[in-house]
């Protein structure tokens, strides 16, 4: 689970119904929970060889596709459990808020690295505004957007009408 957070920026509602159906050869193909909205992501190989090693749900049907459920609970249901059993794993792991492997870590590392807002939205299958949110408070966005600031001070506005034109 915690794997797909981190590296395809699933919510949890999308973690728990993932279905082996959704894995289309290195890519996991699925609509979100949350708005439907298409959710196509590349998964690196160790998300890869960690869903192909992963157990069989209990109480599942051997037909089950499902990697995380017996397929009987609701969405709701499954959500609650695994927000019971994803804590306990991050103490014993000693995460902090800053390595919480949730879709704004992801979102941020992408900005970080120049990607565009546009493109975050589509990989997290959310809206530009949601994401733009996220932005305003990280500290790595925040670095990204003082620098562009940066870039114009220092120059002449009162530009010849050839230099206007050259933009």
Known sequence: ??????????????????????????????????????IRVELPPVVLQALEVLPHPKAAAQDSTLYFSGGNASVRSLVKGAQRTLPRYSRARRWTAATTPIPASLASEILGKGGTIEEVAGIL???????????????????????????IHGTNLAQTEEQVSKC
């Not at 996220?134 to 870039?151: K, M, T």
């Open 1 to 38: 689970m915690v794997l797909l957070m981190r590296f395809a920026g699933l919510r949890i509602s999308d973690v728990v119904t993932l279905s082996r159906d959704h894995i289309k050869g290195s890519h996991l193909e699925k609509r979100a929970i949350k708005n439907r909205r298409m």
């Open 125 to 151: 299958a959310d809206s530009s505004a949601t994401i733009r949110g996220i932005c305003e408070v990280d500290p790595r966005i925040s670095g990204r957007q003082d620098r562009a600031i940066r870039l």
